[in-house]
């Protein structure tokens, strides 16, 4: 990323940060680099609080720094009649309740996804729901087909995200180890857990601005999966409204950094100018 930043400054492009989260930066070089780029960004636009004060307390100049929100917040939301039609794609009836999961690839995240499985086999089993799983990324795809085949459930391919956004309308709850997952259901009030990987700091970012639930690595059982997931099934009513508050205050940020970015473009020429001073 810092490269093609970079890149864009010697080609006399403008390297803008559109809607980004920083972190997690390991080491000092890390750090040294990722302040030495942004440093000679004009506009830096992060889409959580987390990401801002962090760097603000990097002595950034803080005339380049604000606050946005992830543009996927302002993708209109399907009719109903598409979320119908897509449950009859993959045999799925009108009237089965169902919850969606978005696991994630690799490595890494092996131990929360096998404690995952073993919690949506409890809970799919007591509340009588479908699990259906919508992988977000080419990676994903073969482990959330497997964990499909073993409980039982669904995979869904989207052909593209307002394909998963009509699934989520018609969930009762979002289960994902992936931000964006979390960021579509946020767009059409969908309850959702957040499950990070490690120390990434994204998820739990998001959750705490946008009304929705997350379980840390440390705090994560099948029990505790298992309990936050049956009390946000049984107050989906009173959270709703909670959430759909929130994601037009995200919805501000995201229309107010776009006009920003707009603004960049057409004022470009004041920019080259600056440059040929700087550079």
């Not at 009719?79 to 993959?90: D, E, S």
């Not at 409890?122 to 990324?137: A, N, V």
């Not at 499950?195 to 690595?217: H, N, T, Y």
Request: aromatic letters at 4%; proline letters at 5%.
């Amino acid at each position: 990323y810092l490269c093609m930043l970079r890149l864009a400054e010697l080609c006399g492009a403008m390297p803008l940060l559109y809607a980004a989260g920083i972190g997690p930066l390991t080491g000092e070089c890390a750090m040294r680099a990722t302040k030495k780029v942004l440093a000679r960004s004009p506009y830096i636009s992060l889409r959580d609080k987390v990401s801002l004060r962090f760097l603000m307390g990097q002595g950034l100049d803080t005339a380049s720094l604000h606050l946005g929100a992830d543009v996927a917040l302002l993708l209109p939301n399907p009719p109903l009649f598409r979320t119908h039609a897509l449950l009859k794609r993959i045999d799925v009836t009108q009237n089965q309740p169902y919850i969606c999961i978005c696991l994630k690839g690799g490595r890494q995240a092996e131990n929360c996804r096998q404690i995952l499985i073993a919690s949506l086999r409890i809970l799919c089993r007591e509340e009588g729901l479908l699990p259906i799983f919508i992988p977000l990324d080419r990676g994903d795809v073969s482990v959330n087909a497997a964990a499909a085949r073993k409980l039982g459930g669904r995979l869904f391919l989207a052909d593209e995200a307002s394909d998963l956004t009509a699934l989520l309308m018609g969930a009762q709850l979002l289960v994902s180890m992936r931000l964006h997952g979390l960021i579509l259901a946020t767009n059409v009030s969908l309850p959702s857990i957040g499950i990070p990987v490690g120390d990434d700091p994204k998820i739990p970012s998001f959750c705490r601005i946008a009304a929705q639930e997350f379980l840390m690595p440390k705090a994560l059982s099948a029990a505790s999966l298992v309990d936050l997931a049956q009390k946000i099934l049984a107050r989906q009513n009173a959270l709703r409204p909670l959430i759909a508050d929130a994601c037009r205050d995200l919805q501000k940020n995201a229309k107010k950094d776009l006009a920003n970015i707009v603004a960049m473009v057409y004022n470009k020429g004041r920019y080259e100018k600056k440059s040929e001073d700087t550079l």
